[in-house]
C-alpha cells in the first residue's frame, strides 16, 4: 500500500472521460488500496481514480451512515452506473482536488448506483444524504467534471473559516 498524489484542479487528467476498468486483477486491487490509503490520509469522503492520475472508471465512496460504533465503510464502486435519483438536497461540497473551496451544489438525496466490484460482480448500493452526495459528485469525476461546474455559488472565506479576530 502506497499514497498516491492527489492532482489539483489545474491538471488536464482531470477534465478527461475515463475509460471502462477491464482487468479486475492484482493491479486494480493496489490502485483501490493505495486510493483508500490516500483518501483517508486527505480526511476525504471520496476520491476517483482520475484524481490520482488513472483514467479508469474507479471510485471510492465513505458510507458514513453506518451503525453507531460500527467502522465506517469504503465503498468500491467500478464502472459504477447511476440508475436512480430521487429527492434533492442543497448543501455545502468540496473536492480533494480544488483545496480549500467550497460551494454550494444541489443534489439527489437518494441515489442508487450499479457497479461492478474489485473482482468483477456487479451489484447495486443505494445511498442517502451525504453518501449520494458523494456518490454523484464522484461519478462526475469520472466524466471529467468537478463540482465547481454545477456550483450555485461558492462560499466566502468568512462562511468558511469564520470572521477573523474574536476576543482578545
Ligand atoms: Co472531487
Redesign the pocket.
Known amino acids: 500500500m502506497a499514497l498516491r498524489n492527489i492532482l489539483t484542479k489545474e491538471d488536464k487528467s482531470l477534465y478527461k472521460v475515463c475509460r471502462p476498468v477491464v482487468k479486475f486483477d492484482a493491479r486494480l486491487h493496489q490502485l483501490l488500496d493505495d486510493m483508500a490509503d490516500t483518501l483517508i490520509k486527505a480526511n476525504g469522503v ?1 476520491l ?1 481514480a482520475p ?1 490520482v492520475g488513472i483514467l479508469r472508471r474507479a471510485v471510492l465512496v465513505i458510507e458514513t451512515n453506518v451503525e453507531e460504533g460500527e467502522d465506517e465503510v469504503i465503498l468500491e464502486l467500478i464502472n459504477p452506473e447511476l440508475v436512480e435519483t430521487s429527492g434533492e438536497q442543497v448543501g455545502a461540497e468540496g ?3 480544488v483545496p480549500g473551496e467550497y460551494g454550494i451544489v444541489r443534489r439527489p438525496d437518494h441515489a442508487v448506483v450499479k457497479a461492478q466490484d474489485r473482482n468483477g460482480e456487479w451489484f447495486e448500493y443505494a445511498g442517502d444524504g451525504l453518501t449520494a452526495r458523494c456518490i454523484c ?2 461519478l462526475e ?1 469520472l466524466d471529467g467534471h468537478l ?1 465547481t461546474e454545477k456550483c450555485e455559488r461558492m462560499l466566502t472565506h468568512e462562511e468558511i473559516y469564520g470572521t477573523e479576530g474574536g476576543e482578545e
Open positions: 471520496g476517483a484524481q473536492c480533494l482536488s459528485h464522484e469525476h463540482f
